[in-house]
């Protein structure tokens, strides 16, 4: 497990943590190098692992020819499925049991001659030296009997189905005839949209060390999701959960990527049980597109009807995306639009197609990210037929309750986001005719989009520990990312107990930990903070009960609720000089410290939390409509001979309710719009349409934005706390990713009269 300990004491001199820019805790760690990340970890007499990928999409392995590749020298073994020990196969995907979706792919491959897609493993080279198993790796010949494959999404999304949705991810919906109240509308728009196959590209490619202690497993795994991967691996090896031990201190991004268990994190784990060695395996970037699925394309048709003032009659969005025919994870590619705008006539629906390619996965805000592309330019349209300004629009169609069963917002700023971010970016200055701002040669244009995530909440188990001498130790198997996610949690503690924050340490990415859901969904900061909260009311309480042991104490005879947390220790409230500090209540006691917690360590516990998050959703679901929001504006520069495009100025304000840590929550957003700049200008995962084949696997051809290709980003947050999550918080982990792409589309549109609905914009869109 990680410590961390915060070393700023800007919070003690100001009386609070909580909404202070304070530095990330594992600062110091990364920036000299001494963070150790899963590929790091030093073992004696390790050995390496390189996989072999499969060149067809469907069929069936005839021939394996490894004799090259185990004579060559340093080679110790090469595993196909001719060779490999019997795994049990992934578990049949339950929604009640959510461990169970720890791998989007259903086959046990290296346990089957089948190839299911064009990169799947089918075998692993083990050797001395990583140059040695990666070398061997290509000396291996293998031989197919090929079967028909279907890999072409632009020519299968004809044969889509209706997808099928879930309490948690509704796939349709229906209010009224929109498709009637779409044909009497004065006014409409009725628009396709396409968004291609998007990977990840965390800078650190996917890594595992794994070594065996007779059945007893220790992995360090680049994941986002340490008890998931626990579980899965105890059920894949058959071994009870608590004899795996998954470490992740450190992971260099995943947006993701890293939330389940792929083939390389099996196989290596797989690959030292048969060679008896600790084994490493670090895929290549080329590996990581190989075995690591990546947002679904889609094809998308929005369409709206008006009135002549612009209320809207009609919203109609409908998407095709596709999974695997072995898996995949489906995205929720019209949720946004279930919740934006108060249309009288709604329809709704999402559609799959299954195709021979890598299971797809989640991928940071999935299906809002392009959901949002395609309604908030169709919008943007929409206003300019109407010659309304775009956020007027917005404004007019602004609902008061969801639109679509009409529950209650859990809070809704939107009005406000927009407000901020026309002031602070000048909106009124833009010209509303379509080309008529120029900066010398290049054409300005100016948009807007909403943005829109869902906030949920998970459930954790954390533990507090209050030593005598005034440090607390907050335990719980949390992920950090790279978004200060153990920086916030110390800060809260240290607010709920009344410490310094430099007495705050937070030990977490580590599966002896009490249990923590994965970093996903935006969903860490609430869940954690909500569990941490918990234990420290359950731990002042704890420490109270000492005091009122004591004949001494000057807190004898309160209650908790009377009583207020500061300056190390316990105070009344009306009488702030009348109070004892913990040191002093535990030293009077005997005790060298106290420890309290929420939640179970357990499997059992696991389940449980799982069963509290279900009840505690479907409760939520009934009553409200909980999300972040907030308003992207846009500014870019067109060259009208060459088609280039450069994003010259951006604003986000947005609505995330309460901000534990101004800095960290600023980096989130900025990071998430950044990857909004590359889904719309220049991010593609090109896939052969023969072959299944991905023609850019590496950082040379799948392009992702330079520093030369961002503007400076400003970030403003309306900082309004939620009334139904802990502190108020809400997520802004992917948020910031909504609504960017159409923000660029719609200011192009300004800057150039042309409206791209296929993503990305490239050049030759614009000539």
Same mark, same amino acid.
């Given at each position: 497990?990680?410590?961390?300990?915060?070393?700023?004491?800007?919070?003690?001199?100001?009386?609070?943590?909580?909404?202070?820019?304070?530095?990330?805790?594992?600062?110091?760690?990364?920036?000299?190098?001494?963070?150790?990340?899963?590929?790091?970890?030093?073992?004696?007499?390790?050995?390496?692992?390189?996989?072999?990928?499969?060149?067809?999409?469907?069929?069936?392995?005839?021939?394996?020819?490894?004799?090259?590749?185990?004579?060559?020298?340093?080679?110790?073994?090469?595993?196909?499925?001719?060779?490999?020990?019997?795994?049990?196969?992934?578990?049949?995907?339950?929604?009640?049991?959510?461990?169970?979706?720890?791998?989007?792919?259903?086959?046990?491959?290296?346990?089957?001659?089948?190839?299911?897609?064009?990169?799947?493993?089918?075998?692993?080279?083990?050797?001395?030296?990583?140059?040695?198993?990666?070398?061997?790796?290509?000396?291996?010949?293998?031989?197919?009997?090929?079967?028909?494959?279907?890999?072409?999404?632009?020519?299968?999304?004809?044969?889509?189905?209706?997808?099928?949705?879930?309490?948690?991810?509704?796939?349709?919906?229906?209010?009224?005839?929109?498709?009637?109240?779409?044909?009497?509308?004065?006014?409409?728009?009725?628009?396709?949209?396409?968004?291609?196959?998007?990977?990840?590209?965390?800078?650190?490619?996917?890594?595992?060390? &794994?070594? +065996?202690?007779?059945?007893? %497993? *220790? $992995?360090?795994? =680049?994941?986002?999701?340490?008890?998931?991967? @626990?579980?899965? /691996?105890?059920?894949?090896?058959?071994?009870?959960?608590?004899?795996?031990?998954?470490?992740?201190?450190?992971?260099?991004?995943?947006?993701?990527?890293?939330? &389940?268990? +792929?083939?390389?994190?099996? %196989? *290596? $784990?797989?690959? =030292?049980?048969?060679?008896?060695?600790?084994? @490493?395996?670090? /895929?290549?970037?080329?590996?990581?597109?190989?075995?690591?699925?990546?947002?679904?394309?889609?094809?998308?048709?929005?369409?709206?009807?008006?009135?002549?003032?612009?209320?809207?009659?009609?919203?109609?969005? *409908?998407?095709?995306?596709?999974?695997?025919?072995?898996?995949?994870?489906?995205?929720?590619?019209?949720?946004?639009?279930?919740?934006?705008?108060?249309?009288?006539?709604?329809?709704?629906?999402?559609?799959?197609?299954?195709?021979?390619?890598?299971?797809?996965?989640?991928?940071?805000?999935?299906?809002?990210?392009?959901?949002?592309?395609?309604?908030?330019?169709?919008?943007?349209?929409?206003?300019?037929?109407?010659?309304?300004?775009?956020?007027?629009?917005?404004?007019?169609?602004?609902?008061?309750?969801?639109?679509?069963?009409?529950?209650?917002?859990?809070?809704?700023?939107?009005?406000?986001?927009?407000?901020?971010?026309?002031?602070?970016?000048?909106?009124?200055?833009?010209?509303?005719?379509?080309?008529?701002?120029?900066?010398?040669?290049?054409?300005?244009?100016?948009?807007?989009?909403?943005?829109?995530?869902?906030?949920?909440?998970?459930?954790?188990?954390?533990?507090?520990?209050?030593?005598?001498?005034?440090?607390?130790?907050?335990?719980?198997?949390?992920?950090?990312?790279?978004?200060?996610?153990?920086?916030?949690?110390?800060?809260?503690?240290?607010?709920?107990?009344?410490?310094?924050?430099?007495?705050?340490?937070?030990?977490?990415?580590?599966?002896?930990?009490?249990?923590?859901?994965?970093?996903?969904?935006?969903?860490?900061?609430?869940?954690?903070?909500?569990?941490?909260?918990?234990?420290?009311?359950?731990?002042?309480?704890?420490?109270?009960?000492?005091?009122?042991?004591?004949?001494?104490?000057?807190?004898?005879?309160?209650?908790?609720?009377?009583?207020?947390?500061?300056?190390?220790?316990?105070?009344?409230?009306?009488?702030?000089?009348?109070?004892?500090?913990?040191?002093?209540?535990?030293?009077?006691?005997?005790?060298?410290?106290?420890?309290?917690?929420?939640?179970?360590?357990?499997?059992?516990?696991?389940?449980?939390?799982?069963?509290?998050?279900?009840?505690?959703?479907?409760?939520?679901?009934?009553?409200?409509?909980?999300?972040?929001?907030?308003?992207?504006?846009?500014?870019?520069?067109?060259?009208?001979?060459?088609?280039?495009?450069?994003?010259?100025?951006?604003?986000?304000?947005?609505?995330?309710?309460?901000?534990?840590?101004?800095?960290?929550?600023?980096?989130?957003?900025?990071?998430?719009?950044?990857?909004?700049?590359?889904?719309?200008?220049?991010?593609?995962?090109?896939?052969?349409?023969?072959?299944?084949?991905?023609?850019?696997?590496?950082?040379?051809?799948?392009?992702?934005?330079?520093?030369?290709?961002?503007?400076?980003?400003?970030?403003?947050?309306?900082?309004?706390?939620?009334?139904?999550?802990?502190?108020?918080?809400?997520?802004?982990?992917?948020?910031?990713?909504?609504?960017?792409?159409?923000?660029?589309?719609?200011?192009?549109?300004?800057?150039?009269?042309?409206?791209?609905?296929?993503?990305?914009?490239?050049?030759?869109?614009?000539?």
């Amino acid at each position: 497990m990680t410590q961390t300990r915060a070393r700023d004491a800007r919070s003690e001199a100001t009386g609070g943590a909580v909404g202070k820019p304070v530095d990330r805790l594992d600062g110091t760690a990364k920036t000299t190098g001494a963070a150790r990340y899963s590929a790091e970890y030093p073992y004696p007499n390790l050995a390496y692992a390189a996989l072999v990928y499969a060149t067809i999409s469907r069929g069936r392995i005839t021939q394996l020819d490894t004799s090259a590749a185990q004579a060559h020298p340093g080679v110790l073994t090469v595993i196909t499925h001719q060779n490999a020990p019997a795994m049990k196969p992934p578990p049949k995907p339950s929604t009640m049991d959510l461990s169970t979706r720890a791998s989007p792919i259903n086959v046990n491959y290296l346990n089957t001659d089948e190839v299911h897609w064009n990169g799947q493993p089918v075998a692993v080279v083990v050797a001395d030296t990583l140059e040695a198993a990666r070398h061997a790796a290509d000396l291996v010949r293998v031989t197919y009997e090929q079967m028909p494959a279907l890999v072409d999404f632009d020519a299968a999304k004809d044969t889509a189905v209706p997808q099928k949705g879930n309490a948690f991810l509704p796939a349709s919906g229906r209010k009224g005839d929109a498709q009637a109240a779409l044909l009497a509308a004065p006014m409409s728009v009725d628009m396709t949209f396409s968004t291609p196959t998007h990977h990840h590209n965390a800078i650190e490619p996917h890594a595992t060390t &794994a070594a +065996w202690d007779g059945d007893r %497993l *220790t $992995v360090h795994d =680049a994941t986002q999701n340490i008890d998931w991967t @626990r579980t899965h /691996l105890a059920l894949r090896f058959g071994i009870p959960a608590p004899d795996v031990r998954v470490i992740s201190l450190f992971v260099g991004g995943a947006f993701g990527g890293k939330a &389940a268990v +792929w083939p390389n994190t099996v %196989l *290596t $784990v797989l690959a =030292a049980r048969v060679t008896g060695r600790p084994v @490493r395996m670090m /895929l290549t970037r080329e590996g990581v597109y190989r075995i690591v699925g990546g947002r679904s394309a889609t094809a998308q048709r929005v369409a709206l009807g008006a009135t002549t003032d612009g209320s809207l009659t009609s919203l109609i969005h *409908t998407s095709v995306a596709r999974i695997g025919r072995i898996g995949g994870m489906p995205d929720q590619v019209t949720y946004q639009s279930r919740h934006l705008y108060a249309a009288q006539n709604m329809l709704l629906q999402q559609n799959l197609v299954e195709l021979d390619l890598i299971p797809n996965t989640f991928m940071r805000a999935p299906g809002e990210a392009v959901g949002t592309f395609a309604v908030e330019s169709a919008v943007d349209e929409l206003a300019h037929r109407l010659a309304i300004d775009p956020i007027e629009l917005r404004m007019r169609n602004e609902p008061d309750t969801d639109p679509l069963d009409g529950k209650a917002f859990s809070h809704r700023r939107l009005r406000q986001a927009y407000e901020v971010g026309a002031q602070r970016f000048g909106w009124g200055r833009r010209n509303p005719e379509p080309g008529s701002m120029r900066d010398g040669k290049w054409l300005v244009g100016m948009g807007v989009a909403t943005a829109y995530h869902p906030a949920n909440q998970l459930s954790a188990s954390v533990t507090v520990r209050l030593s005598a001498d005034g440090t607390v130790l907050v335990r719980c198997g949390l992920h950090e990312m790279g978004m200060g996610a153990a920086t916030v949690q110390a800060q809260i503690a240290a607010d709920a107990l009344g410490v310094p924050l430099d007495a705050v340490r937070v030990d977490y990415g580590d599966s002896t930990l009490p249990v923590a859901p994965q970093a996903a969904a935006s969903t860490q900061t609430a869940t954690i903070a909500a569990s941490l909260l918990a234990a420290c009311d359950k731990l002042k309480a704890a420490v109270l009960s000492l005091a009122h042991h004591s004949p001494d104490s000057s807190l004898r005879r309160h209650r908790l609720a009377d009583l207020q947390a500061r300056d190390g220790g316990l105070y009344r409230t009306d009488q702030p000089a009348i109070g004892e500090t913990y040191a002093q209540i535990l030293t009077r006691a005997g005790r060298a410290d106290i420890e309290a917690g929420f939640g179970s360590d357990t499997r059992f516990g696991a389940m449980a939390g799982q069963m509290r998050f279900f009840a505690r959703y479907i409760r939520d679901s009934r009553r409200w409509v909980r999300a972040a929001s907030g308003a992207q504006f846009c500014e870019v520069r067109v060259d009208p001979d060459t088609g280039e495009v450069r994003v010259s100025r951006w604003l986000g304000v947005f609505d995330i309710g309460t901000v534990i840590n101004p800095k960290t929550a600023s980096s989130q957003l900025r990071g998430a719009i950044v990857m909004g700049i590359g889904m719309a200008l220049a991010e593609e995962t090109l896939i052969d349409p023969n072959t299944g084949r991905i023609m850019n696997a590496n950082l040379a051809d799948y392009h992702v934005p330079a520093h030369a290709d961002i503007p400076a980003i400003d970030i403003h947050c309306l900082g309004d706390p939620d009334p139904t999550t802990p502190l108020g918080v809400l997520g802004a982990g992917e948020v910031g990713i909504t609504g960017a792409a159409a923000a660029i589309a719609n200011a192009i549109h300004h800057a150039t009269g042309k409206r791209v609905t296929d993503l990305p914009i490239t050049l030759d869109k614009l000539l």
